[in-house]
C-alpha cells in the first residue's frame, strides 16, 4: 500500500504563487507514475500535471501548460507542484496520485490509471 498525503495549499492573491508537497509512504519503491489533479464542486476530477517515475517524461493541462511545474525527488519520496500566475479559475482541491505499474518513462493524466491517492489540499486564489 501507498499512502499519499498532500500540504501547502492555502489561500493566496490572483497572480500569486504556492508550491504543493505530496509525501509518499508505505511501499514508495513500487510508485511509478504520479500526478496532481483538481476538482471542483460539481465537476469531474482533473489532471493538471503529471510525471513519470524517471521525471524525465511529463504532462501539463493545456489550463496550466507554462504557469505550473511537476517534479519529484525519488530519495525524498516527494512530488511537487509549483503554481505561477495563478487565477480564480485555479481555485480546487488538489489531489495527488499515484501509480504501481509501467515504466521509467512513462506518465498518465486519467484518474483511472492511478490506484492511491491523497486526501486533497484546498487552493483559494481570491480576485
Known amino acids: 500500500q501507498v499512502q499519499l498525503v498532500e500540504s501547502g495549499g492555502g489561500l493566496v492573491q490572483a497572480g500569486g504563487s504556492l508550491r504543493l508537497s505530496c509525501a509518499a509512504s508505505?511501499?514508495?519503491?513500487?510508485?511509478?507514475?504520479m500526478g496532481w489533479f483538481r476538482q471542483t464542486p460539481g465537476n469531474a476530477r482533473e489532471c493538471v500535471a503529471a510525471?513519470?517515475?524517471?521525471?524525465?517524461?511529463?504532462w501539463y493541462a493545456d489550463s496550466v501548460k507554462g504557469r505550473f511545474a511537476i517534479s519529484r525527488d525519488n530519495v525524498k519520496n516527494t512530488v511537487y507542484l509549483q503554481m505561477n500566475s495563478l487565477n480564480p479559475e485555479d481555485t480546487a482541491i488538489y489531489y495527488c496520485?499515484?501509480?504501481?505499474?509501467?515504466?521509467?518513462?512513462?506518465?498518465?493524466?486519467?484518474?483511472?490509471?492511478?490506484?492511491?491517492w491523497g486526501q486533497g489540499t484546498q487552493v483559494t486564489v481570491s480576485s
Open positions: 508505505g511501499r514508495t519503491l513500487a510508485i511509478y507514475a
Open positions: 510525471i513519470s517515475r524517471s521525471g524525465g517524461s511529463t
Open positions: 496520485a499515484a501509480r504501481s505499474t509501467g515504466t521509467r518513462g512513462s506518465y498518465y493524466y486519467t484518474k483511472e490509471d492511478f490506484g492511491s
